[in-house]
């Protein structure tokens, strides 16, 4: 949806990370059987380490803070991560496990016996990457107290930024994007429930197709390639890959079942016949990377923005520019279309002079804007067009009237960025996402 140095930034802080993690999928993807927690990996943890990390052991503190005896325990551990699905080399519990023998840390410590065998190491470190699924497992019902309410529970205390968020049509789920990739919750919950791998090394946006049965995704390699890939949904197959463009792909539109259009830093923008996966129109004119595209409601007409500071208005299928709009004085990092308004169509962006522009694109105009105390990073319209949400750069989300330009509320949501957000298409939630792949739901009222 947006492109910005500061997720520029986080790209190449990250990208180890991601490296760690499209190795771990690619291994996952061809593992063989599904290993059960409660019939496989339960049995190792009572016999070797329950007699110091459980609320019913020897003692009645679990040792080190980690209390491995019910799922809240293991996710409530004093220490951050024990177990990270996916991830056994960031989970705690692995790296114990796994210290050279006769290291003062190995667990289980030295004197109550030899370490696990490789065998059962092994058989932990392939469920973690199965995604650590305890089945209906959920242990020891004991009192424990919240330890870690910031991140979800599942999530290592780093984790990239989400860039992108997007609800499937049925608002049963929202799909984010960041680095690792795909990562599908459930809602109202928010609780990750899986994965989906991609091709691009970078994602920055996705969008799910207009009947809901397809999810875009958007990125690439940074000065490279862009790449877009195509899944079906809920399923997750991977149908189509589309490369033209030279730099990451920072936003995708469709515009309708069989087209849709991508916006990269190459500075270009491509509309795909997704029946022949070919670029039939190619769209040139921003003088620096686009970062986000919206559709008029007769899909013809196109508004795009970037880091140009321009808001560019295109006819789609002559390929030519029709207006070049340049209020904003910093780049600007998102777009989003009023519903249902009877006269002129009109559009809000977010910049990073920290305004929140309105625009009529058919006349070129811009009608008003408002100043907030951070930079909006992503925005969307409430209530049938009445008011505005951005989530901005301080971790807030603040609501703007777009007649009288106020600013009607503001909530403090996340720690540090929040780069995305996205609406509920009928209960009118707003998801926000951000630094450290922190998800939250806000109920506005
Ligand atoms: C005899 C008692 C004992 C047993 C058995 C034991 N541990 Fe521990 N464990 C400790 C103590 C004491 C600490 C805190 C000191 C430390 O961190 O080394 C600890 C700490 C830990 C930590 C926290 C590490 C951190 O960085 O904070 C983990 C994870 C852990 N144990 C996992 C295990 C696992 C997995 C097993 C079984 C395979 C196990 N332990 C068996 C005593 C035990």
Redesign the pocket.
């Given at each position: 949806m947006k492109y910005t140095q500061h997720s520029n930034l986080a790209i190449s802080i990250f990208s180890f990370i991601f490296v760690l993690m499209s190795a771990s999928l690619a291994i996952s993807a061809e593992s063989e059987t599904e290993i059960n927690f409660e019939t496989q990996i339960l049995p190792?943890?009572q016999n070797?380490?329950f007699?110091?990390?459980s609320t019913s052991g020897n003692t009645t503190k679990p040792?080190?803070?980690?209390q491995?005896d019910s799922v809240k325990g293991i996710e409530m551990?004093?220490?951050g991560a024990?177990i990270v699905a996916g991830e056994p080399e960031d989970s705690?519990?692995y790296?114990?496990?796994t210290l050279p023998e006769g290291d003062?840390?190995i667990?289980?410590?030295p004197?109550?016996g030899a370490p696990?065998s490789t065998e059962e190491i092994d058989r932990i470190r392939k469920w973690i990457e199965q995604d650590a699924d305890y089945g209906e497992w959920t242990g020891t019902q004991s009192e424990s107290k919240p330890l870690m309410t910031d991140t979800h529970p599942h999530q290592p205390t780093v984790m990239p930024p989400i860039t992108s968020l997007a609800f499937s049509h049925d608002g049963k789920y929202v799909a984010a994007c960041s680095q690792a990739g795909v990562q599908v919750y459930d809602f109202p919950a928010l609780n990750p429930q899986r994965t989906i791998a991609v091709s691009a090394r970078n994602i920055h946006d996705l969008a799910f197709s207009p009947d809901g049965d397809r999810l875009a995704v958007g990125g690439g390699n940074p000065a490279t390639e862009g790449i877009i890939e195509i899944f079906s949904w809920p399923e997750g197959k991977s149908l189509r890959i589309l490369r033209e463009h030279r730099d990451s792909v920072t936003a995708i539109a469709w515009r309708d079942a069989l087209s849709l259009v991508s916006a990269s830093l190459d500075r270009d923008i491509i509309l795909w016949d997704l029946r022949t996966g070919t670029a039939v129109q190619r769209l040139k004119g921003h003088s620096r990377g686009v970062s986000s595209l919206c559709f008029l409601d007769d899909k013809e007409t196109l508004v795009s923005t970037g880091v140009d500071q321009s808001v560019r208005v295109w006819d789609l299928t002559s390929g030519t520019l029709i207006r070049n709009m340049n209020n904003h004085t910093l780049p600007v990092h998102d777009l989003a279309l009023r519903p249902d308004t009877s006269g002129l169509p009109m559009v809000v962006s977010a910049g990073d002079d920290r305004t929140v522009r309105f625009w009529q694109p058919s006349i070129g105009r811009m009608v008003k804007f408002a100043r907030l105390k951070a930079a909006p990073l992503d925005v969307a319209w409430l209530n049938n067009g009445a008011r505005i949400v951005a989530t901005c750069a301080d971790g807030a989300i603040r609501f703007v009237d777009p007649e009288s330009v106020e600013v009607t509320g503001e909530i403090q949501v996340l720690k540090g960025w929040a780069y995305a957000l996205a609406v509920h298409p009928r209960d009118g939630s707003i998801v926000v996402g951000g630094l450290n792949a922190q998800v939250r739901r806000i109920i506005p009222d």
């Amino acid at each position: 949806m947006k492109y910005t140095q500061h997720s520029n930034l986080a790209i190449s802080i990250f990208s180890f990370i991601f490296v760690l993690m499209s190795a771990s999928l690619a291994i996952s993807a061809e593992s063989e059987t599904e290993i059960n927690f409660e019939t496989q990996i339960l049995p190792i943890l009572q016999n070797r380490c329950f007699s110091c990390h459980s609320t019913s052991g020897n003692t009645t503190k679990p040792k080190g803070g980690v209390q491995l005896d019910s799922v809240k325990g293991i996710e409530m551990s004093l220490h951050g991560a024990v177990i990270v699905a996916g991830e056994p080399e960031d989970s705690l519990l692995y790296q114990r496990i796994t210290l050279p023998e006769g290291d003062t840390g190995i667990m289980p410590p030295p004197d109550e016996g030899a370490p696990l065998s490789t065998e059962e190491i092994d058989r932990i470190r392939k469920w973690i990457e199965q995604d650590a699924d305890y089945g209906e497992w959920t242990g020891t019902q004991s009192e424990s107290k919240p330890l870690m309410t910031d991140t979800h529970p599942h999530q290592p205390t780093v984790m990239p930024p989400i860039t992108s968020l997007a609800f499937s049509h049925d608002g049963k789920y929202v799909a984010a994007c960041s680095q690792a990739g795909v990562q599908v919750y459930d809602f109202p919950a928010l609780n990750p429930q899986r994965t989906i791998a991609v091709s691009a090394r970078n994602i920055h946006d996705l969008a799910f197709s207009p009947d809901g049965d397809r999810l875009a995704v958007g990125g690439g390699n940074p000065a490279t390639e862009g790449i877009i890939e195509i899944f079906s949904w809920p399923e997750g197959k991977s149908l189509r890959i589309l490369r033209e463009h030279r730099d990451s792909v920072t936003a995708i539109a469709w515009r309708d079942a069989l087209s849709l259009v991508s916006a990269s830093l190459d500075r270009d923008i491509i509309l795909w016949d997704l029946r022949t996966g070919t670029a039939v129109q190619r769209l040139k004119g921003h003088s620096r990377g686009v970062s986000s595209l919206c559709f008029l409601d007769d899909k013809e007409t196109l508004v795009s923005t970037g880091v140009d500071q321009s808001v560019r208005v295109w006819d789609l299928t002559s390929g030519t520019l029709i207006r070049n709009m340049n209020n904003h004085t910093l780049p600007v990092h998102d777009l989003a279309l009023r519903p249902d308004t009877s006269g002129l169509p009109m559009v809000v962006s977010a910049g990073d002079d920290r305004t929140v522009r309105f625009w009529q694109p058919s006349i070129g105009r811009m009608v008003k804007f408002a100043r907030l105390k951070a930079a909006p990073l992503d925005v969307a319209w409430l209530n049938n067009g009445a008011r505005i949400v951005a989530t901005c750069a301080d971790g807030a989300i603040r609501f703007v009237d777009p007649e009288s330009v106020e600013v009607t509320g503001e909530i403090q949501v996340l720690k540090g960025w929040a780069y995305a957000l996205a609406v509920h298409p009928r209960d009118g939630s707003i998801v926000v996402g951000g630094l450290n792949a922190q998800v939250r739901r806000i109920i506005p009222d």
